[in-house]
Nanobody, 124 residues
Framework: QVHLVESGGGLVQAGGSLRLSCTAS????????MGWFRQAPGKERELVAAINMSGGSTYFADSVKGRFTISRDNAKNTVYLEMNSLKAEDTAVYYCVAVRGGGIYYIVDDYDYWGQGTQVTVSS
């Protein structure tokens, strides 16, 4: 069983930056593909970014390309989401996710483990 704990959310002005962190315990972190979903009020969860087990392959939603970066440190069992040039529409609860497979996966049901979520609010 993998336990995920997110940190780094908060309130930021439009144009600002935040870095989310997610630390995993249990399991073997370096064998898991990781990702970040977000869910805004009244909307479905959407995949924002994903990274494979080695960190050599990444995915970004079109809405965040060029603004967000995902990375991982397998020695620290931690995955990061660096968010720059934040917009009001980035406001959501952000969830760290992990999958037993080591690749990149794209839908909610692919992921086996979920963090509790961290709120990101961007004021315009």
């Amino acid at each position: 069983q993998v336990h995920l704990v997110e940190s780094g959310g908060g309130l930021v002005q439009a144009g600002g930056s935040l870095r989310l962190s997610c630390t995993a315990s249990g399991g073997t972190f370096s064998r898991h593909g990781m990702g970040w979903f977000r869910q805004a009020p009244g909307k479905e969860r959407e995949l924002v970014a994903a990274i494979n087990m080695s960190g050599g392959s990444t995915y970004f939603a079109d809405s965040v390309k060029g603004r967000f970066t995902i990375s991982r440190d397998n020695a620290k069992n931690t995955v990061y989401l660096e968010m720059n040039s934040l917009k009001a529409e980035d406001t959501a609860v952000y969830y760290c996710v992990a999958v037993r497979g080591g690749g990149i996966y794209y839908i909610v049901d692919d992921y086996d483990y979920w963090g509790q979520g961290t709120q990101v609010t961007v004021s315009s």
